[in-house]
């Protein structure tokens, strides 16, 4: 084979490659508003904050980290989440770098790096509760979580197993 036809053939499977990475690439799973397993009046029960205006989420230390027993994610922390009902769709993500040590999950997402809450505009004046948690490879960090409504975005951290320096 002449090198012409080997440099072809070498950049077109980088070409495909590419192409292929580009349509695999998984999208944040959608929870949809039958993932509700509950409604609050308020968004501030045990402890929670308020981010963003619209979703309340855990108390900045959470202990009680269980094993699974299983990997890659070795350990678990439930915490629910609160969305308050609304039009506006609510995405949730881990920062790329953390996400080799920590996963999340609410509703029916499954374990994952990010997902996105749909609006959920009913029962009105009501907050949205759904079941999840976090998953880690180790029992104690501090991990970062990405909430963006619309176009404002705020990051929070959770002390899981601990409390997060600093705080």
């Not at 922390?77 to 995405?91: D, E, F, H, T």
């Not at 374990?111 to 009913?122: D, E, M």
């Amino acid at each position: 084979m002449s090198r012409a036809a080997a440099t072809v053939i070498a950049l077109l499977a980088v070409a495909a490659s590419v192409v292929d990475a580009g349509t695999t690439a998984t999208p944040a799973p959608t929870i949809s508003c039958n993932d509700i397993i509950g409604h609050a009046r308020t968004s501030r029960d045990a402890g929670y904050r308020l981010v963003l205006g619209v979703v309340s989420v855990p108390p900045a230390r959470l202990t009680q980290v269980e094993a699974t027993h299983s990997t890659p994610w070795t350990f678990w922390r439930k915490a629910g989440l609160v969305i308050r009902a609304g039009n506006v769709p609510v995405s949730v993500s881990i920062p790329r770098a953390w996400r080799r040590r920590a996963a999340i999950t609410w509703g029916s997402s499954g374990t994952v790096s990010a997902l996105t809450i749909a609006p959920c505009p009913t029962p009105p004046k009501l907050w949205n509760a759904y079941a999840g948690g976090f998953y880690l490879r180790l029992r104690h960090e501090c991990v970062p979580l990405t909430f963006t409504v619309g176009r404002r975005t705020q990051t929070v951290r959770f002390g899981l197993g601990g409390t997060c320096p600093n705080g």
